[in-house]
């Protein structure tokens, strides 16, 4: 059998690939910048600068901003708990970090309205102090901490694993505390995998739908996020300002690809090196 025969059926394989590709990634992402121009540039900028259209930007940028650090932390120590010690409920941590990929966003967004609603567990306590969870940002935080908080954690429990725990135990036998073993050692050894999980960890937040329609009450102007007023727009046949923040969330969701890239190019580098 010719080289070239055995070269066909890779060809066929890339070739699919790259037509699916095309269809469902590439095609629709032209599309949401043809409609968003359709109008011109004038209708473009005029849809972005729309009061609520800015009140959505705003509210992402706030949501991403409280919930990525949030999760930062959080992922950094539960990735270190997990990889570095052992102890009684280990397994079930790892198993409650896997639940925001188990269980439906809406679900998640539901149990907050059963939760921290008027009707809710705790809805007469907080109305009693006048406290508002649901239908305003603090719900919108907590939905989108919910099904956020996997990605730095789950990025760094493997890099942790792969490292062991002897470059920690050196540390310590030198001398080091904890906290400075911490610092000087564990994290600068995980700090491209950190990056690229609060990367992650990012555009899910400015991204996310399911949870955050849920506990949002979509009050215009005030309670949307970007996605949010991307389906009012719609619904509301007013297709040129939908697609024109779509786009903005398609340019962000370019950047994340081009600085994932970027990472995981640096991160196989210091491999290499190390």
């Not at 059998?1 to 699919?16: E, G, I, Q």
């Not at 990525?68 to 397994?91: H, M, R, T, Y």
């Not at 809805?123 to 603090?138: C, H, K, R, S, T």
């Amino acid at each position: 059998m010719s080289a070239r025969t055995l070269d066909r059926p890779r060809l066929a394989l890339v070739l699919a690939a790259l037509g699916f590709l095309a269809l469902f990634l590439l095609l629709p992402l032209v599309v949401v910048f043809v409609e968003a121009l359709r109008q011109g540039l004038g209708a473009y900028a005029a849809a972005l600068v729309d009061p609520d259209a800015l009140s959505a930007i705003r509210l992402t940028l706030l949501v991403a901003a409280i919930s990525v650090p949030v999760n930062l932390v959080f992922g950094v120590l539960a990735a270190w708990a997990i990889a570095k010690f052992d102890f009684p409920g280990k397994s079930l941590l790892i198993t409650f970090l896997d639940l925001p990929f188990s269980v439906s966003p809406v679900v998640a967004g539901l149990i907050y309205v059963l939760v921290f609603g008027a009707q809710g567990w705790l809805g007469p306590w907080l109305e009693a102090y006048d406290i508002q969870i649901v239908f305003a940002v603090p719900g919108i935080v907590l939905a989108t901490v919910f099904v956020t908080f996997p990605f730095v954690a789950r990025e760094l429990i493997p890099l942790m694993l792969e490292q062991g725990r002897d470059d920690e135990e050196a540390a310590l036998s030198l001398g080091a505390s904890g906290l400075q073993t911490f610092l000087r050692v564990t994290l600068p050894n995980v700090r491209w995998g950190l990056l690229y999980g609060v990367l992650l960890c990012n555009a899910r937040a400015m991204g996310e739908f399911g949870a955050v329609s849920v506990v949002s009450g979509h009050l215009r102007g005030m309670t949307n996020t970007m996605p949010l007023h991307v389906e009012i727009l719609y619904n509301e046949y007013n297709f040129v300002a939908a697609f024109a923040v779509a786009s903005l969330l398609a340019c962000l969701a370019l950047l994340t690809l081009v600085l994932k890239t970027a990472l995981e190019a640096r991160f196989h580098n210091s491999n290499r090196k190390a």
